[in-house]
């Protein structure tokens, strides 16, 4: 009598904004009947395992880290195997921040300037410089071109 030899898959990489894995523990064996399955998350800040009495599971609520769960199978004799499995969940993917230089500005002379703003401007993480430059147009002068 051989104790069961549990199968909790390969390790998983996601990146954020995925943020829930499939797990599945069915290609777990024994010589005699696997009986029950147990996944417990050993390591990892958040995560819900939906199913953590059934063979497969999905495991949710991910954030940014690295997650250990381990698969326990009984079989029919008492006998127990375990196996872990690693999940990295990467932080989102960096987007380029797209600029929001404001509305299109009309003036008549003798007005001869304007502010500029472009703080509508996002990004996904965190602005660290506006550069304005002029493309077309005689004259006139950007007083300050590049603000940290």
């Known amino acids: 009598m051989l104790p069961p030899v549990a199968n909790a898959g390969l390790d998983k990489i996601i990146t954020l904004p995925a ?8 290609a777990s064996t024994d010589d005699h009947t696997i009986v029950s399955y147990q996944w417990t998350k050993l390591t990892g800040i958040e995560g819900t395992l939906t199913t953590p009495n059934a063979s497969t599971t999905n495991f949710t609520g991910l954030t940014a880290g690295v997650y250990t769960v381990e698969l326990k199978v009984t079989d029919d004799s008492t006998a127990v195997g ?20 404001g509305i299109d500005k009309i003036i008549t002379l003798p007005v001869n300037s304007i502010s500029l703003n472009g703080s509508a401007s996002t990004d996904d993480h965190n602005i660290v410089a506006y550069q304005w430059i002029k493309l077309t147009g005689t004259g006139g002068t950007l007083a300050t071109q590049l603000q940290l």
């Open 19 to 26: 943020n829930s894995v499939s797990l599945d523990g069915s």
């Open 82 to 101: 375990m196996d872990t499995i690693q999940i990295i969940v990467n932080p989102p993917l960096n987007q380029p921040p797209v600029a929001n230089a």
